[in-house]
């Protein structure tokens, strides 16, 4: 069976969708100092795009040309070693990434709730099962948190994971403040944009990258967003959750920090590109991303598990392909992976 996009009100509030910039009483989840990239109120881009707006929003949603997607794919489970001496990447599904290097075991963006929503009955449901099943998880060391859109913080699945293991959690600033009140006890530390978070033998540095963030209505931009340099002991990595690609700066932003082994980019959720090129890249994007960041290989993410936008399942992966071979880059450089596809990084 086969579905046609329906963008409930998870969507509307915190996926890709917006509201209009409305007045504010203050941030809910943070204050601190004016900086070049928050205003006392809310985080913004410098130099960069704002988010679309309500009427365009409503424009989006009526126009038409949203591809049907299946109801549900069939997929092969992985089931984890606990400990992985190298580098080994298992993909979950959409921006869940099982990351294991050096003996941590990281978890980025974890989703294994059916819905990516506030609600349990609207908005976009899984195409894909978890390519994990949640008790066949490894002891995690660390979860990466890259922003509050529903899509990528899930209250659900993060309670189950703190419950299970006792991990901090990595997040930009305010994203603490969100899991603090939700869930007792989490360990959420939280750094601004060039700040480097430390778990046992884990550094990360947070970087910065065009997206913005909600979970409502009246806190549009109140928590900061941020992409991951994840410095391991089995070498570096590039995670990016969610970024428009703004002229190739968040990834002359990285290749700062680089070389890395593997970068983990978006490459899904970019249709109609009108609406969605300031907030999602795409392919051809991603494709120039990964060359400029200075990686050696790339794991594409963000695409098949849930329908945010108006591209059919398999065209990102279709599209990632053609990308590589005009550019003159190998296949296998560059993967895009069903859900419980396991990789393991070559050195």
């Known amino acids: 069976m ?120 609207a908005g976009p449901a899984r195409a894909t099962a978890p390519g994990v099943a949640f008790g066949d998880l490894p002891p995690i060391d660390a979860v990466l948190l890259s922003h509050n859109h529903y899509d990528h913080l899930d209250i659900a699945t993060l309670r189950r994971l703190h419950a299970a293991h006792g991990m901090p959690v990595l997040t930009p600033l305010g994203n603490d403040t969100i899991l603090r009140d939700a869930i007792d006890g989490i360990d959420a530390r939280a750094s601004d944009w060039g700040g480097v978070l430390e778990a046992g033998d884990l550094a990360v540095r947070l970087l910065p990258c065009h997206h913005w963030s909600a979970r409502g209505t009246g806190d549009r931009s109140h928590a900061l967003w941020a992409s991951f340099a994840i410095e391991t002991p089995a070498g570096r990595i590039l995670h990016v959750g969610d970024t428009g690609y703004d002229e190739g700066r968040p990834y002359a932003a990285a290749a700062a920090h680089g070389p890395y082994r593997l970068a983990i980019l978006p490459i899904g959720a970019y249709a109609p590109r009108w609406f969605m090129k300031d907030q999602h890249q795409n392919p051809e994007e991603a494709v120039a991303g990964f060359r400029a960041c200075g990686a050696r290989h790339a794991l594409a993410h963000h695409w098949g598990t849930f329908q945010l936008t108006n591209e059919a399942r398999d065209e990102p992966p279709g599209r990632l392909r053609k990308a590589l071979a005009q550019a003159d880059m190998s296949a296998d450089s560059f993967r895009a992976v069903p859900p419980g596809e396991v990789w393991d990084v070559p050195a």
Not at 59 to 87: H, S
Not at 96 to 106: E, F, H, K, P, S
């Open 2 to 121: 086969k579905r046609r996009t329906f963008l409930g009100l998870g969507a509307l509030l915190g996926i890709g969708a917006c509201a209009t910039r409305e007045a504010t009483m203050g941030n809910r989840y943070y204050s601190g100092p004016v900086s070049d990239h928050f205003d006392g109120t809310q985080f913004f881009n410098p130099g960069g795009t704002a988010p679309k707006g309500f009427r365009d929003l409503l424009r989006w949603q009526f126009e038409g040309g949203k591809a049907d997607w299946p109801d549900d794919v069939g997929i092969t489970r992985a089931r984890p070693e606990a400990r992985v001496a190298d580098l080994r990447v298992t993909m979950v599904g959409h921006a869940t990434v099982l990351i294991q290097a050096g003996g941590l075991n990281i978890l980025t963006d974890p989703v294994w709730s059916r819905r990516a929503s506030p609600l349990r009955f």
